[in-house]
């Protein structure tokens, strides 16, 4: 049986959760609390969209859906969740989920996040910054192709440690670390779906200004809010560019990067992660220059 979304299908939203992508590594720190407030308190939230599946056994997955706010005609699976031993239950699931988005006039779906700034998924472990689906998601992957999606978009979740983080040395940074300053300040959208979406972390936008106070580069962190429950307190998600588009970097912005990644550990933000385009060699050198690691490789599915 297919349904939607009941209250009391927390604890079993949480457990599969659990249970799906420990399949992948180690078990996610998720609790029933962080499912609710990474996804269920949304304003936006609209429990029609989440859907689960049962048998005799109970819960055997969920998916949720959600309506792009910024593209009326695209609708963005979130979150696929399914019990290791199933059976067709995914492909039902999948096929109803399919069903019920076709019914609102979308023309496009894809499944996956990143850089989620719109659905309330940023930050939920093992989410992170997002890597769309994971490659090694075997499972999914064969559902998705079974089901007439391809990967549209590759990518790749790097990451670095900021204790002993040392930065790269240049002439160009010495020059720049005499005659810059580093200034953050919080960043509040205007956008009450963002807001709400955004509401569980503290976007802080950090800036490399010169002598006369101007910003010569710019660069955005998203660390946990410090009365939210969703993202681990000792992580930080980089985000690069400010409409949150892959750019490769400019000798400014590699400086203001390394320059924070140095300064993090002293606010107890222990690694710091960010996801690429796999379409962009010259941002994925960069970032190695920068001591960034890959760590997991991924991609957006989609279809029309």
Same mark, same amino acid.
């Given at each position: ?57 109970? %819960?055997?997955?969920?998916?949720? /859906? ?44 894809? %499944? ?8 309330? /998924? ?17 499972? %999914? ?46 960043? /509040? ?29 710019? %660069? ?85």
């Amino acid at each position: 049986m297919i349904r939607t979304f009941l209250n009391g299908d927390v604890p079993a939203l949480a457990e599969l959760w659990i249970e799906h992508w420990s399949l992948l590594g180690p078990p996610p720190a998720v609790t029933p609390a962080k499912i609710e407030q990474a996804i269920l308190s949304r304003t936006f939230f609209d429990p029609t969209t989440l859907l689960l599946v049962e048998s005799s056994d109970g %819960v055997q997955g969920w998916c949720h /859906y959600a309506i792009d706010p910024l593209r009326a005609e695209t609708a963005v699976i979130c979150g696929l969740c399914l019990a290791p031993h199933s059976g067709s239950a995914g492909e039902d699931l999948l096929a109803e989920t399919l069903d019920r988005i076709r019914s609102r006039n979308i023309r496009y779906i894809e %499944v996956g996040v990143v850089r989620d700034d719109r659905f309330g /998924y940023a930050g939920l472990d093992p989410i992170g910054h997002g890597v769309g689906v994971p490659d090694d998601a075997d499972r %999914v992957t064969a559902l998705l192709a079974d089901a007439g999606f391809a990967a549209t978009r590759l990518l790749t979740r790097m990451t670095v440690a900021t204790a002993t983080y040392r930065p790269p040395v240049s002439r160009e940074a010495i020059q720049l670390r005499r005659s810059t300053a580093i200034t953050r300040e919080p960043w /509040y959208s205007a956008d009450t779906r963002e807001a709400s979406a955004m509401s569980h972390l503290d976007v802080e936008r950090q800036r490399l200004v010169n002598r006369d106070g101007d910003a010569i580069a710019e %660069v955005s962190l998203w660390s946990s809010d410090a009365e939210a429950e969703v993202m681990d307190a000792n992580q930080a998600l980089l985000d690069i560019s400010r409409d949150h588009h892959c750019v490769d970097l400019d000798p400014t912005q590699a400086f203001l990067i390394a320059s924070l990644l140095q300064m993090l550990a002293s606010r107890r933000i222990f690694t710091v992660e960010t996801t690429i385009d796999r379409d962009h060699p010259l941002l994925y050198e960069q970032l190695i220059s920068l001591r960034f690691d890959p760590q997991q490789q991924g991609a957006i599915w989609s279809k029309a």
